[in-house]
């Protein structure tokens, strides 16, 4: 099993990259980590005095995350996935059966948070999405607005709050592992990582 980790600042074409690959290897299974979002009581405090609490790690579970990974890893049939509904602020889970095709399979984890998991990087493939600010927060005022009944004032204290955490935490990871960073809507680029990946496909098969 190959996994792919998708991290970037909010709006930067995460979701955009994961779909486009999903669909392009038909055999991928995708993992978002904002379907991992805690609804305990701890959390929905803390939100009150912190409003950038859910760009933060903590508001992750962590457990529950990495117990799918590795249940994957290990060719589990049934699989426990979550799911977030940010309108409500509560989380549900169901099972799913997966049908495994080989080693060339692709696991691709996206997220804010994909790249502050407990996983050795250097196996894995590590891509950054990188697209202008501006852009980035039109894209998540958006969406935020549609999914999360969040306002214009919300969206942009929230926005430049996740910006400079995501930048400030993403130094390390840049440091010491191999990276691809690349904007997910720019057609070279994207072809570029695609004729990778089905050169690592091919190898595996």
Same mark, same amino acid.
């Given at each position: 099993?190959?996994t792919?980790?998708?991290?970037?600042?909010?709006?930067?074409?995460?979701?955009?990259?994961?779909?486009?690959?999903?669909?392009?290897?038909d055999?991928s299974?995708?993992? &978002?980590?904002?379907?991992y979002?805690?609804?305990?009581?701890? +959390? #929905?405090?803390?939100?009150?005095?912190?409003y950038?609490?859910?760009?933060?790690?903590?508001?992750?579970n962590? /457990?529950?995350l990495?117990? !799918?990974?590795? !249940?994957?890893?290990?060719?589990? &049939?049934?699989?426990?996935?979550?799911?977030?509904?940010?309108?409500?602020?509560q989380s549900?889970?169901?099972?799913?059966?997966?049908?495994?095709?080989?080693?060339?399979q692709?696991?691709?984890?996206?997220? +804010?948070? !994909?790249? #502050?998991?407990?996983?050795?990087?250097? @196996?894995?493939?590590n891509?950054?999405? @990188?697209?202008? /600010?501006?852009?980035?927060?039109k894209?998540?005022?958006?969406?935020?607005?549609?999914? #999360?009944?969040?306002?214009?004032? @919300?969206?942009?204290?929230?926005?430049?709050?996740?910006?400079?955490?995501?930048?400030?935490? +993403?130094?390390?990871?840049?440091?010491?592992?191999? /990276?691809?960073?690349?904007?997910?809507?720019? /057609?070279?680029?994207?072809?570029?990582?695609?004729?990778?990946?089905?050169?690592?496909?091919?190898?595996?098969?």
């Amino acid at each position: 099993m190959i996994t792919i980790v998708i991290t970037g600042p909010s709006g930067s074409g995460k979701t955009y990259l994961s779909n486009k690959l999903n669909k392009l290897f038909d055999n991928s299974i995708v993992i &978002k980590t904002d379907s991992y979002y805690r609804d305990n009581i701890f +959390i #929905r405090f803390l939100s009150i005095f912190f409003y950038d609490i859910y760009d933060r790690p903590l508001s992750i579970n962590r /457990k529950e995350l990495k117990n !799918a990974i590795t !249940a994957i890893h290990n060719k589990d &049939k049934l699989i426990t996935f979550y799911q977030y509904d940010f309108k409500r602020k509560q989380s549900s889970y169901s099972k799913k059966r997966i049908k495994y095709k080989g080693e060339n399979q692709f696991l691709i984890l996206e997220g +804010i948070f !994909a790249h #502050r998991l407990d996983l050795n990087y250097q @196996e894995t493939i590590n891509i950054i999405c @990188e697209e202008k /600010k501006d852009i980035c927060f039109k894209r998540r005022l958006i969406r935020d607005k549609l999914e #999360r009944n969040r306002n214009t004032s @919300e969206v942009n204290r929230k926005f430049t709050r996740s910006w400079n955490l995501f930048y400030k935490n +993403i130094i390390r990871y840049i440091d010491i592992n191999r /990276k691809t960073s690349l904007n997910p809507v720019d /057609k070279i680029s994207y072809d570029k990582l695609v004729n990778y990946l089905q050169n690592i496909s091919k190898k595996n098969n």
